[in-house]
């Protein structure tokens, strides 16, 4: 049993209550939230899975504004591109799928561009997580969807069309693969548009028979030794698994299949609380990644493990630099260390502050009942 001073979790509540502020002050005025201000490849740019989960982070934690905004601008990115997904759809079901390159990209300027940097851009799970986020942002804070109901339903129509085929996963790698975290977004993204009575009848019932399509490839095919495997057909584990279970709930975390996945994941990926992405990353020599460890703590937290939650929580927080900011990894293990210094050459130091990993420490701060939500805060 991990014992916590009184100063410790004051100390924890601070990190996470500056975090919201951090979050809020870095927030750009058209709703995006940078991926990180300061890191080279990142700067100037959002994506919609971090962007997602950052906003899930600061509904959970009250900033209810903060969140909204950050879904407004995700249904103006799709409604600017409402000719393109009309074609995405309409060349899918003529039996010609456009290829991986006209897809919709995976980050975007804040002002709404694709911007002029070559990326690794088709990547679906974004699409599933912003729905899922936005809806259930919706249910906790009482607040209506119609002012992001032409986005989810543009989003579903997307992944409809595309939502089985090979893309990049979430670290942007491996295109060939279909990942099983990428279905768990997209199938929450449907499960919940299905709920939420956004929909038409008909896409409605589409996406409830793709979310059971989803389940039933990863039942069969991404389930290994009795856990969540990486991408269907895979016998490996990804830190990324964590987060199907909590926060995005496919599977019940009591379930056998996510015991078994939390127990992967803390056996072959944690090394005293920090989380690796998989046994096999060499990005900048492979570290720890403190989103993980969150998304781990929010698994065991739902599993009803909440000490375990508490010691990932910690470790964190430990990750803090002396100027209070979260870095995407950190170096204290790492399982590449001969490809730590490409990277630092080549894009320059961790990119720090992560607002995701700031965000991820608050939701699992929320789910700890350390950080208070404020209530509605505009
Ligand atoms: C990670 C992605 C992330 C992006 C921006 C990449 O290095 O692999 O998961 O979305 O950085 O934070």
């Known amino acids: 049993m991990t014992i916590t001073t009184p100063s410790d979790l004051a ?51 009250g900033a209810v504004d903060s969140a909204s905004r ?3 601008w995700c249904g103006r990115m799709l409604a600017q ?11 899918e079901a003529a039996g010609t799928p456009l290829p991986d390159e006209r897809m919709l990209a995976t980050r975007f300027t804040f002002d709404g561009e694709e911007g002029d940097d070559e990326w690794w851009d088709f990547q679906t ?39 089985s085929r090979p893309c990049y996963d979430w670290w942007e790698e491996h295109r060939d693969e279909v990942h099983v ?10 499960e919940s548009a299905a709920r939420a009575e956004v929909l038409e009848p008909a896409a409605r019932a589409a996406a409830r028979t793709a979310a059971i399509e989803a389940r039933t490839l990863i039942a069969g095919r991404g389930v290994r030794d009795g856990h969540l495997a ?31 996945t939390i127990r992967a ?9 920090g989380v690796h992405r998989y046994l096999l990353d060499t990005f900048f020599g492979g570290g720890q990644w403190p ?22 929580l910690r470790w964190a927080a430990g990750t803090e630099t002396a100027e209070g900011l979260l870095p995407e990894q950190v170096d204290d293990h790492l399982l590449a260390p001969d490809r730590h210094a490409e990277w630092v050459e080549r894009w320059g130091p961790v990119a720090t502050p992560l607002l995701w990993s700031h965000a991820m420490f608050v939701r699992l701060a929320v789910e700890l009942d350390m950080l208070q939500p404020a209530g509605v805060r505009a």
């Open 125 to 163: 799970d974004g699409y599933g997580t912003w729905v899922w986020a936005c809806i259930a942002h919706a249910e906790r804070h009482g607040l209506s969807l119609d002012r992001w109901a032409e986005g989810i339903r543009l989003s579903v129509d997307y992944l409809l069309a595309t939502w």
């Open 81 to 91: 591109r409402r000719d393109r997904i009309a074609e995405i759809v309409a060349a």
């Open 181 to 190: 975290s990428t279905l768990g977004c997209v199938i929450a993204g449907f």
């Open 291 to 312: 989103i993980l460890s969150c998304f781990l703590g929010l698994a065991h937290a739902r599993a009803g493990d909440r000490d375990a939650a508490m010691r990932l």
């Open 70 to 72: 950050f879904f407004d």
């Open 11 to 61: 100390r924890l509540a601070d990190l996470a209550a500056r975090s919201v502020t951090l979050i809020e002050s870095l927030q750009h005025e058209g709703g995006a939230y940078p991926a990180s201000p300061t890191f080279s490849a990142y700067q100037g740019y959002s994506w919609f899975r971090d962007g997602a989960f950052i906003a899930d982070g600061m509904s959970a934690a």
């Open 265 to 273: 994941v803390e056996a072959q990926l944690s090394v005293d609380g």
């Open 230 to 260: 990486k991408w269907l057909g895979s016998t490996a584990v990804d830190g990324s698994l964590s987060a199907v279970i909590a926060p995005l709930g496919v599977f019940e975390a009591a379930s056998p299949l996510a015991r078994a």
